[in-house]
Each structure stands twice: as structure tokens, then as C-alpha cells.
């Protein structure tokens, strides 16, 4: 069965930090990867999808189909990265996500 | 810029009694979807809607469940009989096509009591 495990429900770091939000799945098929952000009092967002292979507001994250981890990184963390992260695996066509638990981050000042 | 909207924002309803979430896709998408949100918890997919049917449900959405396009402009989701395990968060998502991105809508928070 497919899932996604995001093992931190919260992440604290200091602004100018790195920032790692880890993300994990199970799938045996070829999935599919997001990472949806929700800042406070706003809608879910995507902010970057694996097939895209983009970086999104300094945020990048790559498959490691070995590892099955979707892991979302940004070398430097701003106050304006606070927020709830999401990772979801679709695993066909017609945006059936699968979302993880959310990881909130905390960007300290 | 076009946004999915979901209205109420916060429906209160006595367990056993019917209620109707409505949203408001954005004009051109074709997809629709319900997604809900039980409280510290994850965000569960419900449904899929295109081309006025179901195209994919989950276990959730079982016979008290159900969904309608009733005007080519609104998308609803009725819940027959509600229990107190329904109260949750609600988002209605819409996308162009089934590989583009959702949009989501601002949710509409399910208190049975």
C-alpha cells in the first residue's frame, strides 16, 4: 500500500540555517512526488513537484528512488519559510495524493 | 488570480443531520476533488470528479457520502448523516487536467456535535 511517512511534526531552525524536511515513501510502482506548503491562515500550495526538477523560493528536493526519500532542502532558511510542509505521492493520474502527517517549521529569528 | 472557493469557512451540525459543503472551482479546471483533514492528522483524499461522474473514491466516502456539480459552477459535497468522526477540515481542490496542479480552497471546518 502507498505511504508517506514525514517522521518530524515539528523542525526549528535559525534563520540563515540549512533546512532539511525529510519525506519518505512506499510504493512499489513509479510514483509521483510533491511537497505542498500551507503558510498560516492560507490555502495548501503546491511549492514543487519531483518531475519538475525546479527550485522553488530557494527550496529544491529530489527522488532517491533507492531510498525512496523525497527529502525538501534549502540551504538557507528565512522567517518567511515558517510554515506547514506536506509531502504527498501520487501514484496515478488524476491528483489522488497521498499526503505525509505535515513537518511545521519554525524559522527562528 | 482565480481562486477555489469554499463556503462556509465553519459549519457547526447536530450528529445525524445532513450537511452540504459548497466550493466554487476555478472556471476552466475539469477536475475536482475532496480532500478532508481530521485534526492533527493527515490530509485524506475523498473523492475525484470529472466529466460529471466519480472517477475515484476512497474508503472514506462510503454511501453517506456523496458529490454533485449541480451547475456547471458550484461543486458540493453532501454528507447524508453525519457523525461525530466527520468532524474535520474539508478542502475542495481543482485542477485543469488530471496532471496539472491542484488548486486548493481554504477549507471549511466540519464541527458535529
Known amino acids: 500500500a502507498q505511504r508517506v511517512t514525514q517522521p518530524e511534526k515539528l523542525l526549528s531552525v535559525f534563520k540563515g540555517a540549512p533546512v532539511e524536511l525529510k519525506c519518505n515513501y512506499s510504493?512499489?510502482?513509479?510514483?509521483?512526488l510533491f511537497w505542498y506548503v500551507q503558510y498560516s491562515r492560507q490555502r495548501l500550495q503546491l511549492l514543487l513537484r519531483h518531475i519538475s526538477r525546479e527550485s522553488i523560493k530557494g527550496f529544491t528536493a529530489d527522488l532517491n528512488k533507492g531510498e525512496t526519500s523525497f527529502h525538501l532542502k534549502k540551504p538557507f532558511a528565512q522567517e518567511e519559510d515558517s510554515a506547514m510542509y506536506y509531502c504527498a505521492l501520487s501514484v496515478s493520474t488524476g491528483n489522488q495524493f497521498y499526503f505525509g502527517t505535515g513537518t511545521s517549521l519554525t524559522v527562528i529569528p | 488570480e482565480p481562486e477555489v472557493t469554499q463556503t462556509p469557512s465553519h459549519q457547526v451540525t447536530q450528529m445525524g443531520q445532513e450537511v452540504i459543503l459548497r466550493c466554487v472551482p476555478i472556471?476552466?479546471?475539469?477536475?475536482f476533488y475532496w480532500y478532508r483533514q481530521i485534526l492533527g492528522q493527515k490530509v485524506e483524499f475523498l473523492v475525484s470528479?470529472?466529466?460529471?461522474?466519480?472517477?475515484?473514491k476512497s474508503e472514506i466516502f462510503d454511501d453517506q457520502f456523496s458529490v454533485e456539480r449541480p451547475d456547471g459552477s458550484n461543486f458540493t459535497l453532501k454528507i447524508r448523516s453525519t457523525k461525530l468522526e466527520d468532524s474535520a477540515m474539508y478542502f475542495c481542490?481543482?485542477?485543469?487536467?488530471?496532471?496539472?496542479?491542484?488548486?486548493f480552497g481554504q477549507g471549511t471546518r466540519l464541527t458535529v456535535v
Open positions: 510504493y512499489s510502482g513509479s510514483p509521483e
Open positions: 470528479f470529472y466529466n460529471n461522474e466519480i472517477s475515484e
Open positions: 472556471s476552466n479546471h475539469l477536475y
Open positions: 481542490a481543482s485542477a485543469r487536467d488530471s496532471i496539472t496542479e491542484a488548486f
